[in-house]
């Protein structure tokens, strides 16, 4: 047994044991066929394929199937709303404060954050046109960039939107990861077209000053507000499934609970603070971990 055939045998633990002895030699066995001569370890795409696999017959065994169409049904709901803030929050950037008002901006835009919303916004597009495979590694980006904006933009002394307005937008991107391979044409539009309708609305029919409103009122306003509408939204979807007996939205509902809960938590934090609307970082902070743990802890079994 060589290197490359023991690490194949490692992934395979994700599959149930019952499997792994049915079927664990033919599967290492084509991964083993398909290698290339001097290849020791597993391909990225391989392991991937193997986890996703094992994680999927596990689900059959526990008679729970409809969680992973669940998940993706979910990740598409995850996606239209990063792609909408995205739109909301880069076309704010587009209008800081006039120069006379002495405010810091970072050149024509008001923050660094616009990198980011660029890059979210590009990964709307890209969703609609290419498979979902280049999908997942345009969203990969937009959320390194997303997580890398807060220490990049300590170095350089530059302005960039508040930590509460990034950290729901990279746990919707981590759930947007879990996009369909092969999405029907409405699904892979549907992320654009919110983004076009968010920038719309931003531009002409809200045009309020970015700095006074759109970073202002987030934190303990507009975010609560929109979580709650994903939360309805996916009610709505869990209930209109159920009535033909399928239990994917049941699954993406309970699954939209952590994204919705982080987008909550400034709202949630203020709620106890001591005027109603304000929360200390503590509170904030201590809101944050409660929504990252009860999330998960609702999911599980």
Known sequence: MNDLERRYLRLLRAYPADYRRARGAEIVGTYLDLAAPDQRWPVPADAADLVRGGLRQRLRAAGVTDVIPGVRLAALLALVTASALAGVWG????????????????????SL??????????????IAVAPSRVARWTIAL????TIALPPVAAAFDALRPPLMVLLPQVVLGLLGLALPDRPSRVIRLAPALSALLAVVATEFVVGLNPVLTYYGTTLDVFLPTVGGLLLVVGALLAMGLALGGDARG????????????????????????PAYGTATFTELAVTTVAVALAGPAVTGP
């Open 91 to 110: 076309t704010a950037e587009l209008d800081p404060p006039p120069v006379e008002w002495s405010v810091p901006r970072v050149g024509p835009f008001v």
């Open 113 to 126: 954050g616009v990198v980011t919303w660029v890059a979210w916004l590009l990964a709307a597009v890209v």
């Open 142 to 145: 937009a959320l390194l960039l």
């Open 250 to 273: 049941g699954w993406a509902l309970v699954t939209l609970l952590t994204p919705a809960g982080f987008l909550a938590a400034p709202g949630l934090a203020g709620s106890f603070g």
